[in-house]
């Protein structure tokens, strides 16, 4: 049932990729992004493969978890690297009828679709290995500086906390709905697609409805526990970074360093 | 300060719109005073104003006539709302709306987080607050795994961690199963004796009200009747009147005592009830 999906890909865990500080995590991933973006030798990615491989065995996430994530963006890498294979300008390897497939064209057809590769798994190990929580928490602590300009950074993380609370309340509230107006003769697994985007509005209105009637009995009830915006407010949970997190964090930066030094100095470029 | 809560002479409207709506009045000229460490149930069917009345316990509504004071402060004041709602807590009916977090341990440190108070001291008084509702096993638990009564109780606790000194249930045990009422009112009864909280406890259980210090009655926007449950239990009829029942075992009491069985008029629980035929038997 609808009931049974989980939040985000969270994979619950006690490895030390997990116990890391989700900022310390956010950090690096887009630090990882970074690289992967500036770097074009064949021998920087394959370090950096290594160094996800490694991460994700110490994370223990499971192979097919890896794939799952991939699978969906196959067809936009496919699509990318036909563009580049016949688009790219080079020297000719093999021509018929108007195409060419040049060396450039297949060198920048591999080149981009590693990066979109290892960009989707470098991700998906923050979402995997960080429960949304976490990482709202860790967005809102890291742009806080952002107060500054009046970036409402407590706002948005008080928005991302309720969204993820009320996931499963609406969902299993949708599902009740469903089976209510199925009970009522309602028709939602036939006919083409207009017609069961149709059947969805009874379904929709109901849902809004009670949604809104939520939002403002949790208004209420936060009022009530003298909720004024983040002003002045504490939090239970203090995130700290703790040894761990600065030795991995160092050896993580360290193979990103590797990484370009031996983009600038190895053969191989992509 | 001995009256923690005190009505006088509160009338409340739900003002009307410019285009001629007529404004509902709800309550008329209340009169109430609630001492520290009072159970007080109020009572009343859909629409007496009950839970209207509630709701100017902690400043959600102001009177639109008379003066709400809690321990002595003007409900109508703008600068202390946050002064009274530290002081008196609201648990509503609907447990899902009212958790906020994703987790059980965090939700009930919001209230605390709001009111800017140190980490280490708000741990502290989540745990605590945990193991007073009984729920500190599940402090890592999402609200939507638990049951209904669970997450009242997590919502209870949320409240009582601010260490009100009241706290205010507006039909908390509506939506729930028997048993998840049955936790609910056994964490409330607690609070009330071990810690002494004063509770207003907001239902429309009549067996619910028998266990409470003190009964109100509320019809019509008007306090009925304000005694302990067996002198308003006794008004069989008069509640009827007023669209509410008694208590199934009274009711038993009061048809056998109309067809002539001298049974006594107090009866409010089973073993009252047991004792009591006990003794007419033997006579």
Not at chain 1, 134 to 139: G, P, V, Y
């Amino acid at each position: 049932m609808l009931s049974d999906i989980t939040i985000g890909q969270f994979f619950p865990g006690k490895s030390v990729v997990h116990r890391m500080d989700p900022r310390m995590k956010l950090i690096l991933i887009v630090a990882f992004i970074v690289v992967l973006f500036v770097v074009r030798n064949a021998f920087s990615f394959l370090l950096l493969t290594l160094c996800l491989g490694i991460i994700f065995a110490i994370a223990k996430i499971p192979g097919k978890a890896i794939w799952r994530g991939v699978k969906p963006i196959l067809p936009l890498i496919l699509f990318t690297a036909i563009l580049n294979i016949f688009f790219v300008d080079g020297n000719t390897l093999v021509s018929f009828w108007i195409f060419r497939i040049t060396d450039a064209g297949l060198k920048t057809a591999a080149l981009m679709a590693i990066r979109i590769v290892l960009l989707i798994v470098g991700s998906s190990l923050l979402t995997y290995t960080t429960s949304p929580i976490a990482l709202t928490d860790a967005i809102e602590r890291l742009f806080k500086p952002l107060k500054v300009i009046h970036f409402p950074v407590h706002e948005m993380a008080m928005m991302m906390t309720i969204a993820l609370r009320f996931i499963p309340t609406l969902l299993e509230e949708t599902d009740k709905i469903m089976s209510a107006q199925k009970a009522r003769g309602a028709d939602l697994e036939t006919g083409g697609i207009l017609k069961r985007a149709k059947a969805l509005i009874p379904i929709l209105i109901p849902l809004f409805v009670s949604a809104f009637r939520r939002a403002e009995e949790l208004a209420l009830a936060m009022e009530c526990r003298c909720y004024r915006g983040g002003e002045g407010r504490t939090r239970m949970k203090q995130l700290h970074l703790s040894t761990l997190d600065w030795i991995s964090g160092s050896i993580v930066a360290l193979v990103f360093v590797i990484a370009i030094i031996m983009n600038l100095f190895l053969p191989g470029t992509l | 300060m001995d009256k923690l809560i005190q009505f006088q002479h509160v009338s409340f409207e739900y003002t009307g719109d410019e285009e001629g709506k007529a404004s509902v009045p709800v309550l008329h000229h209340v009169d109430l005073a609630i001492r520290q460490g009072e159970f007080v149930a109020v009572l009343g069917h859909n629409g007496s104003g009950k839970s209207t009345l509630a709701k100017h316990i902690n400043a959600i509504l102001r009177p639109t006539d008379g003066v709400v004071y809690v321990e002595g402060i003007d409900t109508s004041d703008d600068e202390m709302v946050f002064e009274i709602r530290q002081r008196v807590g609201m648990v509503f009916q609907n447990p899902d709306n009212q958790l906020v977090a994703t987790v059980v341990e965090e939700d009930v440190a919001f209230g605390l987080e709001n009111l800017g108070i140190a980490p280490a001291e708000i741990r502290r008084r989540v745990d605590g607050a945990l193991h007073d509702v009984g729920m500190y096993d599940f402090r890592e638990h999402a609200p939507h795994q638990l049951s209904g009564g669970q997450k009242q109780r997590v919502a209870i606790a949320g409240i009582i961690a601010m260490n009100p000194k009241c706290i205010v249930l507006d039909e908390p045990t509506a939506m729930l199963d028997p048993r998840g009422r049955q936790e609910v009112l056994k964490t409330i009864r607690r609070l009330n004796q071990e810690h002494g909280t004063t509770v207003v406890f907001i239902t429309h259980f009549m067996d619910e009200a028998v266990s409470a210090d003190r009964v109100i009655v509320v019809d019509d926007g008007k306090i009925l009747m304000d005694s302990t449950p067996q002198e308003v239990f006794r008004h069989v009829e008069k509640l009827k009147a007023v669209g509410l029942d008694v208590p199934q075992v009274t009711e038993l009491a009061y048809k056998l005592r109309k067809n002539g069985i001298p049974i006594s008029d107090d009866i409010l629980t089973v073993p009252d009830f047991v004792q009591a035929f006990q003794k007419i038997m033997e006579a």
